[in-house]
């Protein structure tokens, strides 16, 4: 937890102090190891809190979820985790490998390693409109903003100047009930880029299922396409999980290959699991190589701390839910749930006021167009930052 004063100029020219608190809690981990700041509540907790809540015939309208089915972080928080909360710097060997195949190989491994654990039950935090999250890793500044609401869209960009790395992501879920499961649609555009290499490397994300039957569990499951255009290499992953019957011979598996896309031959098989190990089998020697090792770069992961206070912003993730967070990790669910209502009650009412004024929301470190279907209201977004170069953030991540 960091604490600081902030200086804030009046419209008289004056200065008052204004106390900021930064709550940062342990990153999602494999087999959530890295920490023992939070643990999920037990389920019949959850339920008796959810029926406290909601009554029968009761206004489901402004409904809020109670905080005990949150984990004590943003989801923008976890978008932005899932790049610069790892303990091998796995892009600055994407960057460094001396053959395209070399480089495109790696670029296969950071894109499994974007992938964590989730608990079944507990959810993080809708991102408000505007919120930011600023944090930075050795050479690696990462910076997110949460660019719609309605549709939620989440942008983020990525700088590593001593590697020449530059990352931009922009990512919108679209939830269907689905009978035994809730099918969460990841939707947006990855794009990895080399710079001094001259190569760009665009990818989508596997969806996020949460399955009630028949055994309650959270997966990433479906299909991932990796593609560099300038070398004409392709990756095709199959993300796999437990069959309806429980059999756990494709949990968390990764099938796939890596091909020349100019005459489609296979150079490599891909085969392993994401919270294992994946590796690689050379077509031409049957020679099988290892990849990703999930332990050695997602397991025991190190919490960011503040590390200039000065620098926060209101809009900071970690200062918009600083109180929701510590009444989570206090579990005084009470507080918690006083603390996310007023949050999610003033994000309305600037909703209501930019309604009334005409006024439309611009992002501040994003420029964001779609294009799609009036009719369906399918749109397809994209993001632009407006900076080509990010600062080094106030908060880091321990090396």
Known sequence: MSKILLLKVSD????????????????????????????????????????????PGSDLTRFTLPAIFNIPKSQLQCYGESIYCVNNDILSSCANGETPLERFTSVVAWSISTVRPLMFGVAPYNPV??????????????????????????????????????????????????????????????????????ETYVMNSPNLVIKFLPV????????????????????????KGNSFLGRKGNYRSIRGKIISSPDMKTIYEINGHWDRTVAIKDISNGKTTVIYRAKDVISSLKTPVVKDPKGLQASESAVVWAKVNEGILNKKWDKANEAKISIEENERELARNRMLKGETWVPKHFILSGSGSKETGDRDWEIKPRNLTLPPAPIIVPL
């Open 129 to 198: 409109l505007g919120e930011t999250h600023h944090v930075s890793r050795g050479n690696l500044n990462v910076l997110l903003e949460q660019v719609s609401h309605h549709p939620p869209v989440s942008a983020l960009h990525a700088t590593n100047e001593q590697d020449n790395i530059e990352i931009t992501m922009c990512q919108y879920a679209i939830p269907k009930f689905q009978g035994t499961c809730i099918e969460t649609r990841v939707h947006g555009k990855r794009q990895l880029k080399l710079l001094s290499k001259g």
């Open 216 to 239: 309650p569990d959270v997966e990433w499951l479906g299909n991932v396409t990796i593609k560099c255009q300038e070398t004409g290499l392709e990756a095709h992953l199959c993300y």
């Open 12 to 55: 008289e020219i004056e200065t008052e102090e204004k106390e900021l608190t930064a709550v940062l809690t342990s990153p999602l981990s494999l087999d959530n190891d890295s920490g023992n700041d939070y643990r999920a509540p037990n389920l019949l907790q959850r339920v008796f809190s959810l029926l406290k809540t909601v009554r």
